[in-house]
């Protein structure tokens, strides 16, 4: 299943609900990273000023991969400077 992200807050729910479905606690899931529960807290409440490779080594630690891909062409383009 993919999960698309688009903003911070999306990304602090997606975080969280990972961990959760995984069974996890912030607790266990600091233990397998080396970090305290409280950085594993700091991390999930926000995404936006985390290291991205903090963020990929916990998403792989829930046994999750990231995936970067090319919006579909049936997405609505916003309107820019060019659509006038």
Do not use: C
Not at 18 to 34: C, P, V, Y
Not at 66 to 73: F, G, N, R, T, W
């Amino acid at each position: 299943m993919q999960y698309p992200v688009d903003n911070p807050q999306q990304l602090r729910t997606i975080l969280r609900s990972l961990r959760q479905a995984r069974g996890l606690t912030q607790t266990q899931l600091g233990e397998r990273l080396g970090v305290t529960q409280k950085r594993i807290a700091r991390i999930e409440a926000a995404p936006e000023v985390t290291a991205f490779d903090q963020i990929s080594r916990m998403v792989t630690a829930m046994g999750y991969s990231l995936v970067i891909d090319e919006p579909s062409a049936h997405r609505v383009a916003e309107p820019g400077p060019d659509t006038w």
